[in-house]
């Protein structure tokens, strides 16, 4: 069975500081991983993925991912938070094409002025 | 292109009583899940239907069901109501045309149910 483990239910960073988010997974086959996030009163908005290829993967408003094979890790991160960043962070994973993804508890990010 | 849409956005329900929650995925999109959202539990997968057929489903009882329509649209059913069905209720669609997770799925924002 798949697992995500999201270290951290609360993480809090300065406006320009480096954001880094943990995750990390359990899958008995090659994973497929996501990142999400999730917005007040908000439905989930996809922010990156992998599925193979380039172990880091570049998301949306600026954050990325690299994927470690030996750690079973995808941790997210950005250089330089901002207070438009301030959200819940969901990461999941898919066995494969046809299995539904599996989300880990999210992570809420404050980011202080 | 319109995203994916959810009815009602909130709704409030006594125990006891059913519940009926419709979700339209982006046009030309043929599967749609569904997921629960609560504090405790995280997100959980319900079901997931691909051309009005259920393709998936969690580990949620019985009183939980769905179906899909031949437009793609999609509702969700929940029988017999108990408080701990609280939740936001969360419809995802995508193109599955490969039958692919790397299909990306587009969340809608959301049925928030409360339970009386």
């Known amino acids: 069975a798949q697992s995500v483990t999201q270290l951290g239910s609360h993480v809090s960073v300065s406006e320009g500081a480096l954001v880094l988010l943990r995750c990390n997974y359990s899958?008995?086959?090659?994973?497929?991983l996501f990142w999400y996030v999730q917005y007040p009163n908000q439905g989930l908005q996809l922010l990156l993925k992998?599925?193979?290829?380039?172990?880091l993967v570049k998301g949306i408003n600026g954050f990325e991912a690299e994927f470690k094979k030996s750690e079973t890790s995808f941790h997210l991160t950005k250089p330089s938070a901002h207070m438009s960043d301030a959200a819940e962070y969901f990461c999941?994973?898919?066995?494969?094409?046809?299995?539904?993804?599996?989300f880990g508890k999210g992570t809420r990010l404050s980011v202080i002025a | 292109k319109a995203g994916v849409t959810q009815t009602p956005r909130y709704l409030i329900k006594t125990r006891g009583q059913q519940v009926t929650l419709s979700c339209s995925p982006i046009?030309?999109?043929?599967?749609v899940s569904w997921y629960q959202q609560t504090p405790g539990q995280g997100l959980q997968f319900l079901f997931e239907?691909?051309?009005?057929?259920?393709?998936n489903k969690g580990n949620f009882p019985g009183r939980f069901s769905g179906r899909q329509f031949s437009n793609s649209r999609s509702e969700m059913n929940v029988s017999t109501l108990e408080l701990g069905d609280s939740a936001l209720y969360l419809c995802?669609?995508?193109?599955?045309?490969?039958?692919?997770?790397?299909?990306?799925?587009?969340f809608g924002p959301g049925t928030r149910l409360t339970v009386l």
């Open positions: 995802a669609s995508s193109s599955r045309t490969s039958g692919s997770s790397t299909d990306t799925q587009y």
């Open positions: 899958s008995s086959v090659p994973p497929y």
């Open positions: 992998y599925t193979t290829g380039a172990t």
């Open positions: 999941a994973v898919s066995r494969s094409g046809n299995t539904p993804l599996v």
């Open positions: 046009s030309g999109h043929r599967s």
């Open positions: 239907y691909f051309s009005e057929t259920q393709r």
